[in-house]
């Protein structure tokens, strides 16, 4: 059997995103080349890191642009004009028997492609609630932005229900999803990591090590850390060490007892700096993907209801899920935090993330949305991407990139 030619377009570039997009993504990639029936895979993303260059800027001139455009803020902010040059290049000179769009803001893509190609979407979060969010924040754009959650929530719908198939990070927004749009052919595929578990150092004696690995140049996680430097941390009364990883990192505020440790480039650093892993979600939507890495590396974890949300399993040895910041200090103080880090989470908890564990599912899920595609397309009187594409098995490059 020929090997099927997958092109992704991506509003994250895998390669250079240090974030839980980009973490997600070279799982997303490392599935689809998983195994006997895996995918020849090449993937259009942005030329440079987030922010970039005029970030802010950026920003403000999309939500302008939002009033008079059908497209919501997010949307216009993604759709720059070289990412659509290099997609229309890319799929008039070359093959694709599907398409993959990663990311709701990327939705737009589907106008810069030929109408008989098969597109899945890959839906990290549902923008439009992380966006509702925000409205606390900024009250004086309350109006505007209100605008904008509606708009992205009518266009996010649309987009899902126009897709062959859609990918669901978070099993709970699945189900949100399929209760709004009847049909719709769905899959939860939780974030998955192709290295290998960290070994554990056994835990020394002296203060408890708490670790928190995040990406603070998303605005939740620096509400997050707010919450826990705030109203957690001046709680407790024991000694802590809390160390601090991530891009952003540096520049968060400090207390007593707290180390910044910035980017890392090898993910064993931030093990060996923590008894448990913190994870103090109250703001954010999807799945936590940081939550997921730690768990994947045989990591205990101290998690808000927020941080598990979307993941099939949540409970077990190694996962200890409080809300309220009094009980996570005098979880804290209480000898069930050296009972926490001294266990090791469960295999089912463990093994969720596993590529070998997901492949399988997720190339018959693709598969399947390609004949569909084409009994439709012979129906319409389009051609069948998957007859016409070439024989030939083209390397793929491995993406490989350091984490956060």
């Known amino acids: 059997m020929a090997i099927a030619k997958i092109l992704i377009v991506s509003l994250v570039d895998p390669a250079t995103h240090p974030g839980g997009a980009g973490a997600y993504t070279r799982g997303l990639v490392a599935a689809l080349r998983n195994g006997k029936d895996r995918f020849d895979v ?12 005029w970030y802010r800027v950026r920003q403000a001139v999309s939500l302008a642009q939002s009033c008079i455009s059908k497209l919501p803020a997010k949307v216009l902010f993604a759709r720059r004009h070289e990412l659509r040059v290099r997609v229309r290049e890319v799929v008039s000179s070359r093959r694709f028997d599907a398409v993959l769009i990663n990311g709701g803001d990327m939705l737009w ?5 030929p109408p008989h190609l098969p597109t899945v979407v890959v839906a990290h979060n549902l923008e439009h609630q992380l966006l509702d969010q925000q409205l606390a924040a900024y009250r004086i754009l309350s109006p505007l932005l209100s605008r904008e959650v509606a708009k992205h ?4 719908i649309n987009g899902l229900r126009h897709a062959g198939g859609v990918v669901f990070v978070s099993a709970r927004e699945m189900a949100w999803a399929r209760a709004r749009v009847p049909g ?22 002296g203060a408890l090590r708490l670790g928190y690995l995040a990406d603070f140049s998303w605005w939740p996680n620096r509400q997050n850390w707010s919450w826990l430097i705030e109203e957690v941390l001046p709680r407790v009364r024991r000694p802590l060490q809390v160390h601090v990883f991530g891009r952003g990192s540096e520049r968060i505020a400090v207390r007593e007892g707290v180390v910044r440790h910035g980017m890392v480039r090898d993910l064993a650093t931030v093990w060996s700096h923590a008894d448990i892993m913190v994870c103090p979600t109250h703001v954010g939507a999807g ?13 205990p974890v101290l998690a808000t209801t927020q941080a598990v949300g979307g993941l099939a399993c949540v409970s077990g040895p190694g996962v200890a899920v409080i809300d309220d910041a009094e009980d996570w200090a005098a979880f804290l103080d209480s000898p069930g935090a050296e009972h926490l880090a001294d266990q090791m989470p469960s295999e089912q908890l463990c093994g969720q993330f ?5 492949s399988g599912a997720l190339q018959r899920f693709v598969r399947d949305t390609m004949r569909e595609a084409d009994s439709c397309n012979a129906y319409a009187g389009f051609p069948s991407p998957t007859a016409s594409s070439s024989l030939s098995v083209a390397s793929v490059s491995s993406i490989n990139a350091p984490l956060d």
């Open 42 to 53: 090449e993937l259009v993303g942005p030329r440079h890191a987030p922010p970039g260059s």
């Open 109 to 113: 893509v589907r106008d810069e492609l």
């Open 153 to 156: 929530r009518r266009f996010e």
């Open 184 to 205: 719709l052919r769905a899959i939860h595929l939780p974030p998955l990591f192709p290295t290998c578990p960290s070994s554990r150092v056994p835990r020394s004696g």
């Open 287 to 299: 799945v936590n993907i940081k939550l997921a890495e730690s768990l994947h590396n045989r990591m």
């Open 354 to 358: 596993s590529v070998d564990q997901h």
